[in-house]
């Protein structure tokens, strides 16, 4: 059975860090593609950064220079690095396997496929 379970999360000041991890069971995560994606209150979810199993990576562009998308093959778990977290960064976020990074003419997008976890709320206070 394929799980993901989101861990890290909390409330921070506006300019502070925080590290998401995403320990995943039932694959080898290092084969697979992976993705962080949030829902802020209110709003649809969206695809924050992904990573794919030859190393292609994506950010959306809010968070392009703040957030390191990475994975620990030995532990089985990918990480979301976040620094100079802003208040509009607030939401539930969720890891996702396996999940696609699309390119068109005009965008990138990041899209998940497969499983979800559950979910860690991250809030930011100004």
């Known amino acids: 059975e394929v799980q993901l379970v989101e861990s890290g999360g909390g409330l921070v000041q506006a300019g502070g860090s925080l590290r998401l991890s995403c320990v995943v069971s039932?694959?080898?995560?290092?084969?697979?593609?992976v993705g962080w994606f949030r829902q802020a209150a209110g709003r649809e979810r969206e695809g924050v950064s992904c990573t794919t199993s030859v190393g292609s990576t994506y950010y959306t562009d809010s968070v392009k220079g703040r957030f390191t998308i990475s994975k620990d093959s030995a532990k089985n778990t990918a990480y979301l690095q976040m620094d100079s977290l802003k208040p509009e960064d607030t939401g539930v976020y969720y890891c996702a396997v396996p999940v696609m990074i699309l390119n068109t003419r005009t965008t990138t997008t990041c899209d998940a496929v497969g499983t979800w976890g559950q979910g860690t709320l991250v809030t930011v206070s100004s």
């Open positions: 039932g694959f080898a995560l290092d084969d697979e593609s």
